[in-house]
């Protein structure tokens, strides 16, 4: 069974930094698809970063437009551990974050929710002043 447990959420103030982990048990390597998802009250989850293993992804990143430049998504294998990495914290950034895996398929929009099968419970982030 595949589990995923957030952790790294918190408040901070606009400009600041949080680094996000996510510990990935029951993992196998077919799951090669490895994202961070967000969402506010009353908006729909969106795709925030990803990141592709395998030979396919060979370790290739995505981001949401509105996080380039100051977001990270990084893993470490040795710790089935993927990391979001967020510098430069806005007021819109708050959101509860969830990450989550799945398999990757050439053709798919790998920043959507419909194209992961695992999902964590989410971590809040809050950024206010």
């Known amino acids: 069974q595949v589990r995923l447990v957030e952790s790294g959420g918190g408040s901070v103030q606009p400009g600041g930094s949080l680094t996000l982990s996510c510990t990935v048990s029951g993992y196998t390597p077919s799951l090669t698809l490895l994202g961070w998802f967000r969402q506010a009250p009353g908006k729909e989850r969106e795709g925030v970063a990803r990141f592709i293993t395998g030979a396919t992804g060979g370790g290739s990143t995505a981001y949401l437009d509105s996080v380039k430049g100051r977001f990270t998504i990084s893993l470490d294998n040795g710790k089935n551990t993927v990391y979001l990495q967020m510098n430069n914290l806005k007021l819109e950034d708050t959101a509860m974050y969830y990450c989550?895996?799945?398999?990757?398929?050439?053709?798919?929009?790998?920043?959507?929710?419909?194209?992961?099968?695992?999902w964590g419970e989410g971590t809040q982030v809050t950024v206010s002043s």
């Open positions: 989550a895996v799945g398999v990757f398929r050439v053709g798919i929009n790998t920043l959507s929710p419909q194209s992961y099968e695992y």
